[in-house]
């Protein structure tokens, strides 16, 4: 939850890199939602009005901020999550690129030099691969026999896979090529994972013996994880560097481009 990899290993740390899982250590948006509506259900389950429910968000993920650290992740996910309670608390119509361009003038009025970060570049590339390219690969998905949870999850690594691929080849000099089938194979349970460990946390408080239970089931659910990034990483070809991953990176930029323009040619005919 607070994105603290000092405990594992370096091997481990190794194995998410080269499996495409790296960014489940990282803190990300997914762990702000589970922040904002954890407040929310919170709210709701006393009986306090909605109104207060979107305050208490703000001040949760306000502490959360000041409990991870101010990580370029952390502040985009931050202010775009407080700007939807904002927006709603002040009945304004929310836009998910308004509060991309948010986060990132926020964070680069904080400090100008994190637009040379890797985790600057990285995660704004990956939330604008979500919402330019996750729906045009879902409706490429709709003509395969996929579940739609699958469908999701692939659409969304595909994406994220083309756009950081290029950045991770100039900054890193390495990229991972296996991260699609390494977050299929972790996506079902990283919510359950994430979630279970904000209740453990709340649970702690006042029932230690039973946040210990929770946190013995949520550690067979960690165990799962790094099983799934060292096996994939195992695989030979799961990282390419060098030359290899100077032509993924570019095979990436030219795939996006590809991608985008039949995307593209099909939405002007259907229109």
């Not at 702000?32 to 001040?59: E, K, M, Q």
């Not at 550690?219 to 991953?245: D, H, K, L, S």
Request: glycine share 10%; proline share 5%; with cysteine.
């Amino acid at each position: 939850m607070l994105g603290d990899d000092a405990g594992l290993s370096d091997g481990l740390k190794t194995s998410f890199r080269r499996s495409g899982l790296y960014h489940l250590l990282a803190v990300s948006g997914q762990n702000v939602v589970l922040i904002a509506c954890g407040a929310l259900g919170l709210a709701w389950l006393v009986g306090l009005p909605r109104a207060a429910g979107h305050v208490a968000a703000l001040a949760s993920i306000a502490a959360y901020v000041l409990a991870v650290g101010p990580q370029s992740s952390v502040i985009r996910a931050a202010v775009s999550g407080g700007a939807v309670s904002v927006a709603w608390l002040a009945a304004r119509e929310r836009d998910a690129w308004h509060t991309l361009l948010l986060a990132a003038l926020v964070l680069l009025a904080w400090s100008p030099y994190a637009l040379f970060d890797p985790g600057f570049q990285l995660s704004f590339a990956a939330v604008l691969a979500i919402f330019v390219a996750v729906g045009p690969a879902l409706r490429v998905l709709e003509g395969y026999p996929v579940p739609p949870a699958l469908a999701m999850t692939i659409a969304v690594s595909v994406a994220c896979s083309l756009a950081t691929a290029p950045i991770l080849w100039l900054r890193f000099g390495q990229v991972p090529l296996l991260g699609v089938v390494a977050n299929a194979l972790v996506e079902p349970v990283v919510g359950v994972l994430l979630g279970l460990g904000l209740v453990t946390a709340c649970v702690d408080l006042v029932a230690p013996g039973a946040a210990a239970l929770l946190a013995s089931l949520n550690g067979w659910i960690a165990v799962y994880i790094a099983a799934c990034a060292r096996a994939v990483a195992a695989a030979p070809f799961a990282q390419a560097t060098g030359r290899a991953a100077a032509a993924a990176g570019l095979g990436a930029l030219v795939a996006a481009a590809y991608a985008w323009r039949r995307w593209q040619t099909s939405f002007n005919r259907r229109t």
